[in-house]
């Protein structure tokens, strides 16, 4: 399996993204805006998750022969989203269920990724 490069990474969803991965076999490669960051970015990726700065994620980007203009949007938009931890009741409130996880999602679906 080609490895996944997950954008934001270590925010709410991209560590369960990056999580759902490693549980599948897959071995992605993390991106996050807080790579570096003072209070640990780094230190919460997974062991055995590939960090990966902007500047390389940018070039092997380019280097697989992605157009440039899409390459700077997908990394401007992991640097320009603020942090958030708000928790709302949106999907409940639309689907009458509690919402999951993606790992809890994709454990619920493993066959069809099969």
Do not use: C, H, Y
């Amino acid at each position: 399996m080609d490895k996944t490069l997950v954008i934001g990474s270590t925010g709410n969803l991209g560590r369960e993204v990056v999580e759902g991965l490693v549980a599948a076999g897959a071995a992605p490669r993390a991106l996050s805006r807080r790579q570096g960051a003072p209070d640990g970015g780094v230190e919460r990726v997974p062991e055995g998750v590939e960090a990966v700065p902007p500047d390389i994620a940018r070039e092997r980007m380019l280097a697989d022969g992605r157009p440039p203009a899409l390459v700077d949007a997908l990394l401007a938009g992991a640097e320009a989203r603020p942090a958030s931890e708000l928790i709302t009741t949106t999907v409940e409130d639309l689907t009458g269920a509690p919402a999951r996880t993606f790992a809890r999602w994709a454990a619920d679906r493993v066959d069809v990724f099969r």
